[in-house]
């Protein structure tokens, strides 16, 4: 694991009224290491498999862009955030940088109900779904993808574009089905033969025409969440319009507006069942005026405390 991020921020004055997210942070090794944590926050460096994937590099630089951006966001409620630093992909080696990050997530899951992973390229997932697999095949386990994308590619070795086919051979290898539905998937950016593994795999989808209204984005999730335990969503930033979040390798042409997104991480959130979120892409490389990050921002913010807030409810 790298060394901890430096947590600063703006900061108002003493007191909870005043409270900020990089207040409420704990580095790796700063106090007690097994005390319990509302979230666990883990970050992937690695741009490996989206340049085997032929994409624009730069979402190693993700991680250290979203925690800066996520640090002065304002905390109303009681939050524990435990930091453990990042998994970084060196010399080529995805696989070994996925299975490092699986351990990571497994052992921060210890004391911590919500796993929150900031990638990287979307071959992040593969390393999230190793982390909750460690524990076991987790049967109604649901993966929730807010992507352009299916991620469904066949190839000789992992990429960005890879991780939900690896999901679906380690499932099917375990006898587990894979419960898996995609929200702002892209009829122009994904092949027919795209559309017949997501058949294959039994995955369900929306497609990003389809959820430019609240309604029937919130409907969609609404059927999967019924059908699942607890949920892993995946945020892919390149679901987002290009004019929201050019900060991607392969931004989007249309997207799903920023407030239909939110409408399905509330849905996620409230429910109870969210169990770990990875967010994906973010390229500071290509971002203007730290746009990108900012939305990512508020997205982990949004689902972090609104998932502790229900878990606290129920």
């Keep these: ?5 430096a947590w600063t921020g703006r900061d108002d004055g003493p007191g909870p009224e005043h409270r900020r997210v990089h207040h409420v942070v704990r580095p790796d090794g700063a106090g007690p290491g097994d005390e319990p944590v509302d979230v666990a926050l883990l970050g992937f460096a690695s741009d490996e498999g989206v340049q085997r994937n032929k994409g624009r590099v730069g ?23 435990r930091d453990h630093g990042d998994v970084a992909v060196t010399g080529g080696d995805l696989e070994g940088g996925q299975a490092r990050l699986g351990e990571a997530i497994a052992a921060a899951r210890d004391g911590a109900p919500l796993t929150v992973v900031l990638g990287g390229g979307h071959e992040t997932a593969y390393g999230s779904y190793c982390g909750l697999a460690a524990d076991g095949h987790r049967p109604r386990l649901g993966i929730l993808n807010l992507d352009a994308h299916f991620d469904l590619r066949q190839a000789d070795e992992a990429t960005s574009g890879t991780p939900f086919a690896q999901i679906a051979r380690d499932r099917a290898r375990a006898g587990a089905q894979m419960h898996y539905a995609v929200l702002g998937i892209s009829r122009a950016s994904n092949t027919t033969a795209l559309f017949e593994t997501a058949e294959r795999v039994g995955a369900r989808w929306l497609l990003d025409d389809d959820c430019q209204e609240v309604a029937p984005a919130r409907a969609f999730v609404e059927e999967f969440l019924a059908g699942v335990d607890e949920v892993y969503l995946s945020i892919d930033l390149d679901v987002l319009p290009a004019a929201v979040a050019p900060g991607v390798s392969a931004p989007a042409a249309l997207g799903v507006p920023v407030s239909v997104i939110q409408a399905v ?23 203007l005026d730290s746009r990108t990050a900012r939305v990512a921002a508020r997205l982990v913010h949004r689902l972090m405390t609104r998932a502790v807030a229900a878990r606290r409810a129920s």
């Design 265 to 287: 991480c509330d849905a996620v959130a409230d429910s109870g069942t969210l169990v770990h979120l990875d967010v994906t892409e973010l390229n500071p490389r290509l971002d």
């Design 1 to 5: 694991m790298s060394s901890p991020f």
């Design 59 to 81: 979402a190693a630089e993700g991680p250290a862009a979203l925690r800066s951006a996520v640090a002065s966001l304002a905390v109303h409620e009681e939050l524990a955030v």
